[in-house]
C-alpha cells in the first residue's frame, strides 16, 4: 500500500497562519481534491479544527491524544501508529 504525505509549505515553512492556510491557490486545493477523493486521510485535530468538518468522499481519521475529542463523521485515534494501521484497514475494504 502506498502513504503519501501532502504538505503545503511556503519558502520559510510556515504551513499554517491563524488556524487556516497562508495562501489560497485553487490549483493547490484542486490537487489536494484529486489526491484524496476515495482514500483515507490522516489528520492532527488542529487540521480537522480548521476544516470544521469531515470532507466528502474521503474516510477522516483524527489523531488526537485528548481522549474525550469527538470529530463528527471521522475516526478519532490517539496515535499515528493507530491511524495508519486504520488507514490501511479502510483502504484494503475499500479497495
Known amino acids: 500500500m502506498e502513504i503519501v504525505a501532502i ?3 511556503a519558502e520559510n515553512r510556515v504551513i499554517g497562519r491563524a ?3 497562508p495562501w489560497r491557490l485553487p490549483s493547490d486545493l484542486k490537487h489536494f481534491k ?3 477523493l476515495g482514500r483515507p486521510m ?3 485535530r488542529r487540521t480537522w479544527a480548521s ?3 469531515a470532507l466528502p468522499g474521503r474516510t477522516t ?3 488526537t491524544r485528548n481522549p474525550s475529542f ?3 463523521g471521522a475516526d478519532v485515534v490517539a ?3 493507530t491511524a495508519l494501521a486504520r488507514g490501511r484497514e479502510i483502504a484494503a475494504r475499500d479497495g
Open 42 to 44: 490522516i489528520m492532527g
Open 79 to 81: 496515535t499515528f501508529e
Open 51 to 53: 476544516i470544521g468538518r
Open 70 to 72: 469527538r470529530a463528527e
Open 61 to 63: 481519521i483524527v489523531v
Open 7 to 9: 504538505v503545503a509549505a
Open 34 to 36: 484529486a489526491a484524496t
Open 19 to 21: 488556524g487556516d492556510l
